[in-house]
């Protein structure tokens, strides 16, 4: 068990042979649990339409100069036939807190899927809901929810969202979507605006106790429009050992290699799977409202999907990965 004065040493620590040793050790726990396997999840971002604030967020609901969109259940349905035809078998829907998706539009959203997609993960990440709306959710159809805590120090999250967002509520809602039978997903930016390594700390302390099936963590990158756009990005380093001590302390996890970490950083995303993570998630967006998902800025977005999956698979492949969606190349002439 790493005590807290270790986990704040390698949160810290510059030192080559210790980050090399540190992002190992990672990666022979991932392979212990998961062999060679990478997990290959669809991201579908069907909302830009936010009611919330935070300071970090390109689309905060206070960026008036972002053009807004919102996918139909068509758009939707067509984004997952897109995936699956590329052999993907987890369609992630993310997006903002967006009000017009009430619970009953999109439980019938989440029902078409269902129907349609009988064997494929339906995954979540809209934010917080009460727990009836959660409730409705999970009986229609839903397996997994993403709800990254952002922050688990408390004056770290104040700092980074407005008054009327509160750190217990986001916790409140982990813990209830676990309760209803969710696969939960947990996590946080790297590098954020006026994080300490005691707020690391505090995010990896939470994270054990959670015990989430999955966490989400990538640096933070600037946003034009918002209160942090003139703030410096995370770092890639220190986000590659915030994955690796997550292995060691959630040996069992899902914990993708982000793509911000990969628009921070060439090779970043293949840095990460070095350093013990599993997932990766490549876009079905479609192309004519990808930039519009602006949460931070030159996120990658260029590649259609097929593009991605392809060469996501050629990449892993050639490191020695082996992908768990059926090989797109036998589904594209
Ligand atoms: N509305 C949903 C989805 C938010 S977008 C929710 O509240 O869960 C998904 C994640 O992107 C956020 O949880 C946040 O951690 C991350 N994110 C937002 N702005 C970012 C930025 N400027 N840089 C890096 N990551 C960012």
């Given at each position: 068990m790493l005590s807290d004065k270790e986990l704040l040493h390698f949160i810290s620590t510059e030192n080559r042979e210790e980050t090399e040793g540190l992002f190992k050790s990672a990666q022979k726990v991932r392979e212990e649990h998961f062999g060679k396997t990478v997990y290959f999840r669809g991201l579908i971002?069907?909302?830009?339409?936010?009611?919330n604030d935070c300071y970090?967020?390109?689309?905060?609901?206070?960026?008036?100069?972002l053009k807004r969109y919102r996918l139909s259940r068509e758009q939707i349905l067509e984004c997952c036939r897109n995936g699956k035809r590329l052999g993907l078998r987890t369609f992630v829907l993310q997006g903002g807190e967006d009000s017009w998706f009430t619970d009953e539009r999109l439980c019938k959203i989440v029902r078409a899927v269902r129907a349609e997609f009988p064997d494929h993960a339906i995954t979540l990440s809209i934010g917080e809901r009460s727990r009836k709306s959660y409730e409705a959710l999970f009986k229609a159809g839903v397996n997994r929810y993403l709800l990254r805590h952002?922050?688990?120090d408390d004056k770290h999250y104040r700092a980074m969202h407005p008054p009327e967002m509160k750190l217990p509520a986001r916790k409140e809602c982990l813990f209830a979507l676990k309760e209803i039978g969710f696969e939960t997903g947990a996590g946080f930016m790297t590098g954020s605006p006026f994080q300490t390594p005691q707020s690391l700390l505090a995010d990896l302390r939470f994270l054990a106790e959670l015990e989430p099936r999955m966490v989400g963590i990538g640096p933070f990158i600037p946003a034009a429009n918002t209160p942090f756009e003139n703030h410096p990005p995370g770092d890639a380093g220190l986000t590659l050992r915030i994955l690796a001590l997550t292995r060691l302390l959630l040996p069992r996890v899902l914990l993708p290699a982000t793509t911000a970490l990969g628009t921070l950083t060439k090779d970043g995303r293949e840095q990460a799977l070095a350093a013990g993570a599993n997932v990766l998630m490549p876009n079905l967006t479609p192309q004519n409202v990808r930039k519009l998902y602006s949460i931070y800025d030159n996120k990658i977005s260029n590649n259609d999907a097929a593009e991605s999956v392809r060469y996501l698979v050629k990449k892993i492949k050639e490191l020695g990965y082996i992908p768990d969606c059926l090989d797109p190349a036998d589904f594209i002439a």
């Open positions: 971002e069907f909302t830009n339409y936010c009611k970090y967020c390109g689309i905060r609901r206070s960026n008036t100069r952002e922050s688990a």
